[in-house]
């Protein structure tokens, strides 16, 4: 292989990867529009309450912290409220 097709082959690298690049970036701007909704939702109702839960765990040291997370979890859910499915653009 002579100098010449090393560097078009550098250059196709090249463009094959910015390519590649611009179309992950693509997916994942797409991928942040339809998760805005269920991120909100979660910020919003299901952060604070395991916040509280992780807090308690780290205050108390119990034997089983997860089955002391999910019981936690359990006692406070009817503190979040039901989202609207359809309210979600899937």
Not at 28 to 42: G, N
Not at 64 to 84: I, R, T
């Amino acid at each position: 292989m002579d100098k010449k097709e090393k560097i078009i082959r550098e250059i196709q690298k090249e463009d094959y990867e910015m390519k590649k690049e611009n179309e992950q970036n693509e997916e994942r701007d797409i991928l942040d529009k339809k998760s805005l909704d269920l991120r909100k939702y979660l910020d919003a109702n299901l952060v604070p309450i395991l916040s509280e839960g992780i807090v308690e765990l780290l205050n108390s040291f119990p034997n089983d912290p997860v089955d002391n997370l999910a019981e936690f979890l359990f006692k406070n859910s009817l503190k979040v409220p039901n989202p609207d499915p359809t309210t979600f653009d899937f």
